[in-house]
């Protein structure tokens, strides 16, 4: 009996060491190994779109370079419109690869009276003359002095474009950095726009619901409006100063 006891013991004592040097060699596939590995392999990773010194990631709607009138001032992606606009001009700029789900996380800061948009979803074929004409837009505007923002709260900073208004006026003031970041799910059929840290809206991004959204608005006949489920990402010129910054993406 005793000499069984002691080959048990040196059993056991081998078995613990072969596991202890198992672990700090790393041979064994523990479970926090096996979380590292989905870390390493997960593409919900932010891709930076500016990052105040190049516009790489940009072009202006159906091709061409967008240095003329945007420009990077101080770290921030800044349009100035010319003062006259030759005809048919498009200056909005889109991203040059297309999303389907994502985050999209910038900065912007409006002029005085200011208006511009972000658009998601746009569809670049020359059929379709405009961003908007494709892209759904999250507002961008000074609500104290642009007279869109009299239109009705559907026009104001943070709505989803004359279909969703915002839940409340979550600006600062004209000269200040808003943060705002828009969530685009086709897998859960959920869109949302935050701003300044407010969940000011939510909607569908496709299907029935989206249907149900568009029946009665100025867009339920555009041919190409909210269709495209994959699609460039675009800052919009609407003939106003209008700055963005820290403009990064996720897709989900």
Same mark, same amino acid.
């Given at each position: 009996?005793?000499? +069984?006891?002691?080959? $048990?013991?040196?059993?056991?004592?081998?078995? @613990?060491?072969?596991? =202890?040097? !198992? =672990?700090?060699?790393?041979?064994?596939?523990?479970?926090?190994?096996?979380?590292?590995?989905?870390?390493?392999?997960? /593409?919900?990773?932010?891709?930076?779109?500016?990052?105040?010194?190049?516009?790489?990631?940009?072009? $202006?709607?159906?091709?061409?370079?967008?240095?003329?009138? #945007? %420009?990077?001032?101080?770290? &921030? $992606?800044?349009? *100035?419109?010319?003062?006259? %606009?030759?005809?048919?001009?498009?200056?909005?700029?889109?991203?040059?690869?297309?999303?389907? *789900?994502?985050? +999209? @996380?910038?900065?912007?800061?409006?002029?005085?009276?200011?208006? @511009?948009?972000?658009? #998601?979803?746009? *569809?670049?074929?020359?059929?379709?003359?405009?961003?908007?004409?494709?892209?759904?837009?999250?507002?961008?505007?000074? *609500?104290? %002095?642009?007279?869109?923002?009299?239109?009705? /709260?559907?026009?104001?900073?943070? &709505?989803?474009?004359? +279909?969703?208004?915002?839940? %409340?006026?979550?600006?600062?003031?004209?000269? !200040?950095?808003?943060?705002?970041?828009?969530?685009?799910?086709?897998?859960?059929?959920?869109? @949302?726009?935050? $701003?300044?840290?407010?969940?000011? &809206?939510?909607?569908?991004?496709?299907?029935?619901? +989206?249907?149900a959204l568009l029946k009665g608005s100025k867009f339920e006949k555009w041919e190409g409006f909210a269709k495209f489920k994959t699609g460039k990402v675009g800052l919009q010129d609407h003939g106003d100063v209008v700055a963005f910054r820290n403009?990064?993406?996720?897709?989900?």
């Amino acid at each position: 009996m005793r000499k +069984l006891g002691m080959v $048990l013991l040196m059993a056991i004592c081998i078995a @613990s060491c072969k596991d =202890k040097a !198992e =672990k700090e060699s790393g041979d064994v596939s523990t479970e926090p190994a096996t979380e590292s590995l989905s870390q390493t392999n997960s /593409t919900d990773e932010w891709v930076t779109l500016f990052d105040g010194t190049s516009l790489d990631a940009w072009e $202006l709607y159906q091709g061409g370079d967008p240095g003329a009138y #945007w %420009k990077i001032e101080d770290g &921030a $992606l800044v349009f *100035n419109p010319p003062t006259k %606009k030759e005809k048919g001009q498009i200056l909005d700029i889109v991203s040059k690869k297309e999303y389907t *789900n994502f985050v +999209l @996380s910038l900065e912007w800061k409006i002029s005085e009276g200011g208006n @511009s948009g972000i658009f #998601w979803g746009i *569809n670049d074929d020359e059929k379709f003359v405009k961003p908007y004409h494709t892209g759904m837009e999250i507002q961008v505007l000074d *609500n104290e %002095k642009h007279p869109d923002a009299k239109n009705g /709260t559907t026009h104001q900073a943070g &709505a989803l474009y004359d +279909l969703v208004e915002p839940s %409340k006026d979550a600006t600062k003031p004209v000269g !200040e950095w808003n943060t705002c970041v828009i969530t685009i799910d086709h897998n859960t059929n959920k869109g @949302s726009s935050v $701003l300044n840290g407010v969940e000011v &809206a939510a909607f569908p991004v496709g299907g029935e619901e +989206l249907e149900a959204l568009l029946k009665g608005s100025k867009f339920e006949k555009w041919e190409g409006f909210a269709k495209f489920k994959t699609g460039k990402v675009g800052l919009q010129d609407h003939g106003d100063v209008v700055a963005f910054r820290n403009i990064k993406i996720k897709e989900l």
